[in-house]
């Protein structure tokens, strides 16, 4: 009977445990950001108004959400910095995933064929990177970018320039930094897709006299799909908000929406407009998510 009993009591502790997390981590800082975004700037601590007086029982409440307002929002619309920086982020972010689908998609594909002896050790040289800091590997690209760096050197020792480069602080090295952070998140999702993939399928096609072009378009590219959206969605979302990057190799010029959090929260000291940015970009990360979900559901029902 007691074994009947702990039985519910441990599903339910299954399920509530992951949600108690996602509400304490996420839900509740979030509620806090979304409370902050409505405010206003103010030289006070905490830097911004108004606050709940505890003290004032519900005439405080009521005073509280009466002096909420839209005024931050309303100067994200108006204001065409923030517009300009979150179409550079969606840009950059948007082709960077693309550079990346390029890349990645013939290195999981070459993992995938490799042999089993092989197989573990890309799978190691794909995640080596991850040993070393983000920030030393970020800082080790300025010195291969920059007009004295290894880049530039070797290419003026080879003769194929006969000045230096002007790479660093330029969009293109935001998005070579941009491709070289985020390789790793295409490659492994697509990797795990592609060895499970039936040999027998594309060996089928073969036979039936379809091209290697033809095999990949019409059985490979269908089946890992699933593991090329999940790639894609794990580097464009976290790319949206990069701060690092853009900060480093991009320079002061670069827009971001990451940049801008930054520049309002620590710079200006302006809590309620960088909250309200922070709710920006969350909607334009959690947007890409519910499209892959509806699209997945789609797919799902289909094979049904």
Same mark, same amino acid.
């Given at each position: 009977?007691?074994? #009947?009993?702990?039985?519910?009591l441990g599903?339910?502790?299954?399920?509530a445990?992951?949600?108690?997390?996602?509400?304490?981590?996420?839900?509740?800082?979030?509620?806090?950001? $979304?409370k902050?975004s409505?405010?206003?700037?103010?030289?006070?601590?905490?830097?911004?108004?108004?606050?709940? &007086?505890?003290?004032?029982?519900?005439?405080?409440?009521?005073?509280?959400?009466?002096?909420?307002?839209? @005024? +931050?929002y309303?100067?994200?619309?108006a204001?065409?910095?923030?517009w300009?920086?979150?179409?550079?982020s969606? $840009?950059?972010? @948007?082709a960077a995933?693309?550079?990346?689908?390029?890349?990645?998609?013939?290195?999981?594909?070459?993992?995938?064929?490799?042999?089993?002896?092989?197989?573990?050790?890309?799978?190691?040289l $794909? /995640?080596?990177?991850?040993?070393?800091?983000?920030?030393i590997?970020?800082y080790?690209?300025?010195?291969?970018? #920059?007009?004295?760096?290894?880049?530039?050197?070797?290419?003026?020792?080879?003769?194929?320039?006969?000045?230096?480069?002007?790479i660093? +602080?330029?969009?293109?090295? /935001?998005?070579?930094?941009?491709?070289y952070a985020?390789l790793?998140?295409?490659?492994?999702?697509?990797?795990?897709?592609?060895?499970?993939? &039936? =040999?027998?399928? =594309?060996?089928a096609?073969?036979?039936?006299?379809?091209?290697?072009?033809?095999?990949?378009?019409?059985v490979?590219?269908?089946?890992?799909m699933?593991?090329l959206?999940?790639?894609?969605?794990?580097?464009?979302?976290?790319?949206?908000?990069?701060?690092?990057?853009? &900060?480093?190799?991009?320079?002061?010029?670069?827009?971001?929406?990451?940049?801008m959090?930054?520049?309002?929260?620590f710079?200006?000291? &302006?809590?309620?407009?960088?909250?309200?940015?922070?709710v920006?970009?969350?909607?334009?990360? /959690?947007?890409?998510?519910?499209?892959?979900?509806?699209?997945?559901?789609?797919?799902?029902?289909?094979?049904?």
């Amino acid at each position: 009977m007691s074994g #009947k009993a702990a039985c519910p009591l441990g599903r339910w502790l299954v399920r509530a445990l992951p949600l108690a997390w996602l509400a304490l981590f996420f839900l509740v800082p979030f509620v806090i950001t $979304v409370k902050i975004s409505f405010s206003t700037p103010a030289t006070a601590q905490p830097p911004y108004l108004p606050v709940i &007086d505890w003290s004032s029982g519900i005439q405080g409440w009521r005073e509280f959400f009466y002096a909420l307002d839209l @005024t +931050n929002y309303q100067m994200l619309a108006a204001d065409s910095l923030y517009w300009e920086a979150t179409l550079s982020s969606l $840009v950059y972010a @948007t082709a960077a995933t693309a550079v990346l689908v390029l890349i990645g998609t013939p290195m999981a594909l070459a993992m995938a064929r490799a042999s089993e002896r092989m197989q573990p050790l890309l799978v190691a040289l $794909v /995640v080596v990177p991850f040993w070393t800091s983000f920030l030393i590997r970020i800082y080790a690209w300025i010195a291969i970018l #920059k007009p004295e760096g290894l880049l530039n050197a070797a290419l003026m020792k080879l003769g194929l320039i006969a000045q230096p480069l002007e790479i660093l +602080n330029t969009p293109l090295a /935001v998005m070579i930094g941009l491709t070289y952070a985020y390789l790793p998140f295409m490659v492994l999702p697509l990797y795990a897709v592609l060895s499970r993939l &039936d =040999p027998s399928l =594309p060996e089928a096609a073969a036979d039936l006299g379809a091209s290697r072009t033809r095999i990949f378009r019409t059985v490979t590219l269908p089946l890992t799909m699933p593991g090329l959206v999940a790639g894609a969605l794990l580097c464009f979302i976290p790319m949206v908000g990069e701060f690092i990057i853009p &900060d480093l190799l991009g320079g002061s010029e670069t827009l971001m929406l990451g940049r801008m959090l930054w520049i309002e929260f620590f710079s200006n000291r &302006d809590w309620p407009i960088a909250s309200a940015v922070a709710v920006l970009l969350l909607i334009l990360i /959690v947007g890409p998510v519910i499209v892959f979900r509806g699209a997945e559901e789609r797919r799902e029902e289909a094979l049904r």
